[in-house]
């Protein structure tokens, strides 16, 4: 569920460990330039920026804390993408946005390019979460353009987090304790009454598979289907599980240049040098700060090392370039390496609202790591435990119902989807979940794609199906053999080199 993201101090602290939407699916771009006009009915017309045509927007009013319904209330927000076709099927689709902390809304022109289809006969939600977007939002500031040493610094990421806690437990929306998933998925519920829909579609990626196991649980009756992507269940115990998988994806990178015939003979010593690299830091490096350009020293420490190339593995497509990278950086020249990382972290919308991030993460997952029986991966160790358990130490702490861990039978078709070569949430989480589903759920796993898997190739019409089907029996995919033929990506080969030299496959 996590991916490296900017947008607090933490953002390398938590590299690799904020949950997203991946690969497939403007701060919430209903907040940056979005205009809207009130009209009759729960929703109004408005233009969503990065949207060309008008939308209907709407929200529903809910109250901060559920036991005080007459307490204080907040706005949830949510954007309608109504169906194309005159004839349109009563049941939405739900996008259940990842992270956790980011906004549905800020994602939405950037998945309906690929959701057209599903789009002409259905509309799509998106709702933005609480402590998301516009809906009571708990964002940190934004450090992104931070000296590289500043923002990778430990002790400065954790004074910043705390002045970003003390600064939104100020707001009149302020108790983080509010913020857990149980909670959330009842104002999901709501807007669902307030559109009029009998029951909608779950599509959920990364912590959104969270979300939509949870809203499952809860209202089982108004799940029609539900499809799953890049699983994170509630017991998965983050960010313990992390180093295994963390692990287990770097070391298959590593097997693809080897499998590779032409990688293989521009990279023979790729472990070696990864193991030198690690073995040589704490150093100093020079590099340009990707989002500024300027030129900056810093001492690059192990835990950063292994950050920057956990970023790339969630893509195969980047992670292609690791080789070129790591055999740049043994060289000595660590831009290439440092320009991946930030690919991931360029697009507002990828923003994560870090104090609604660390609202779920510490309630749900920290109280329970003693528990985590996942065995450290050999280089990640136990770092990310380590810095996630001193950024949990103070954050106010909702409760959890026990029930919250536990995954009922499925009451209808469930998808679900993974990536053989996802670095956080690999087919080993999705077969856990698949079996305490039931019968009612299928499996499926693309083996060389990575973290979010429904959007690419043939596996788009796969999803289609699945919803569009008439009958539950239909539903589930009866051949899904496509997945399989799905490549991964060729190694990446720098200019320089494929113009000195011819490697012979």
Not at 69 to 91: C, F, S, W
Not at 218 to 228: D, E, G, T, W
Not at 262 to 275: E, F, G, M, V, Y
Not at 391 to 402: D, I, M
Request: proline share 9%; with cysteine.
């Amino acid at each position: 569920m996590w991916k490296q993201r900017q947008g607090t101090g933490a953002a390398p602290l938590l590299s690799g460990l904020a949950l997203l939407l991946g690969t497939g699916l403007a701060a919430a771009a209903a907040s940056e330039g979005g205009t809207s006009k009130p009209g009759s009915g729960p929703t109004h017309a408005c233009r969503i920026e990065g949207m060309p045509n008008e939308m209907q927007c709407g929200s529903v009013m809910r109250p901060l804390d559920p036991a005080k319904p007459q307490g204080t209330q907040i706005e949830i927000h949510y954007l309608v993408v109504p169906a194309m076709a005159r004839n349109k099927q009563p049941d939405p689709v739900l996008m259940l946005a990842g992270g956790p902390g980011q906004s549905a809304i800020a994602v939405a022109p950037r998945v309906l390019g690929v959701l057209k289809r599903l789009n002409n006969r259905r509309d799509l939600v998106f709702i933005d979460q609480r402590g998301t977007g516009k809906s009571a939002p708990l964002q940190c500031a934004d450090d992104s353009k931070l000296p590289i040493a500043e923002a990778l610094d430990p002790q400065a990421q954790e004074r910043r987090l705390r002045d970003c806690q003390e600064s939104l437990s100020r707001l009149p929306h302020g108790d983080l304790r509010l913020y857990t998933t149980t909670i959330a998925i009842q104002d999901f519920e709501a807007v669902r009454e307030q559109l009029g829909a009998p029951q909608w579609n779950l599509y959920g990626a990364s912590y959104g598979t969270r979300a939509a196991l949870e809203y499952m649980r809860q209202f089982p009756s108004k799940v029609r289907r539900a499809l799953i992507d890049g699983v994170a269940p509630p017991d998965m115990v983050l960010p313990a599980s992390f180093s295994t998988d963390n692990q287990a994806a770097l070391d298959a990178a590593f097997s693809a240049c080897d499998k590779e015939p032409a990688c293989q003979a521009r990279h023979p010593q790729l472990r070696a040098q990864w193991q030198a690299l690690l073995a040589s830091v704490p150093r100093q490096i020079t590099v340009r700060q990707p989002m500024t350009g300027k030129q900056e020293q810093f001492t690059l420490t192990r835990s950063q090392l292994l950050r920057a190339v956990r970023g790339p593995l969630y893509m195969p497509a980047l992670a292609a370039a690791l080789p070129a990278a790591i055999g740049e950086a043994a060289e000595g020249r660590f831009d290439g390496l440092m320009g991946l990382t930030s690919t991931m972290s360029s697009n507002k919308s990828s923003r994560l609202a870090m104090g609604m991030h660390f609202s779920v993460v510490c309630a749900e997952d920290l109280p329970r790591q003693p528990q985590a029986s996942d065995k450290p991966g050999a280089d990640y160790g136990n770092s990310d435990a380590l810095l996630y358990s001193a950024a949990c130490k103070t954050w106010p702490r909702g409760e959890v119902p026990e029930a919250f861990y536990q995954v009922p039978k499925a009451a209808m078709p469930v998808l679900v989807l993974s990536g053989g070569a996802d670095p956080v949430t690999p087919p080993r989480h999705g077969e856990r979940v698949t079996k305490a589903l039931g019968d009612k759920a299928q499996h499926i796993v693309v083996p060389e794609a990575g973290h979010g898997v429904a959007t690419i190739g043939c596996m788009r019409d796969v999803m289609f199906r699945f919803f569009d089907a008439k009958t539950d029996a239909a539903a589930l995919p009866q051949d899904a053999a496509c997945a399989t033929r799905i490549p991964r990506p060729l190694a990446f080969v720098p200019v320089q080199d494929a113009s000195a030299t011819k490697v012979q496959p």
